[in-house]
C-alpha cells in the first residue's frame, strides 16, 4: 500500500504546476459586481465597488511587476511571461475592469457629463 501512495505522490508533484487563482475572477468578482449592484445607495455597496476595484489594480500591479514574475519563475522555471501577463491582465484586470465600467461606470459617465 505504501508503494502505491508514493507512486501516486511522485506522479501529482511532476503533474503540479503554477495554478492561478481562478476562482477570483469566477466567484468573487461576481460576488463583489452583485453586492456593488444591491448595495447602490447603502455604504456597503461602495465597500464592494471599492474592494473589486482594488484587487483589480492589485492584480494588474502584480501582472506588471518584473519582481512578483522573477519569485514565481523561480519556483516554476516552465512558467513562461506572457502566460504570467496574459493570465493577470487578461483575465483578473481588463475584463472584470471592462465589466465594472459598463455596468456601473457608463452611468456614472452620462451624470457628470
Not at 12 to 41: M, R
Not at 55 to 74: D, E, H, N, P, Y
Amino acid at each position: 500500500m505504501t508503494e502505491q501512495s508514493e507512486g501516486k505522490s511522485e506522479s501529482a508533484a511532476e503533474v503540479s504546476g503554477y495554478s492561478f487563482p481562478y476562482g477570483v475572477p469566477l466567484v468573487l468578482y461576481p460576488l463583489f459586481l452583485y453586492g456593488a449592484y444591491q448595495g447602490a445607495g447603502h455604504w456597503w455597496g461602495w465597500v464592494c465597488h471599492g474592494v473589486f476595484l482594488v484587487s483589480v489594480i492589485g492584480f494588474m500591479v502584480t501582472a506588471l511587476r518584473r519582481v512578483s514574475w522573477q519569485k514565481i519563475q523561480a519556483q516554476y522555471p516552465d512558467l513562461n511571461r506572457l502566460t504570467w501577463v496574459l493570465n493577470y491582465l487578461l483575465f483578473f484586470s481588463l475584463l472584470p475592469a471592462l465589466v465594472w465600467f459598463f455596468l456601473f461606470g457608463a452611468k456614472w459617465l452620462q451624470v457628470c457629463f
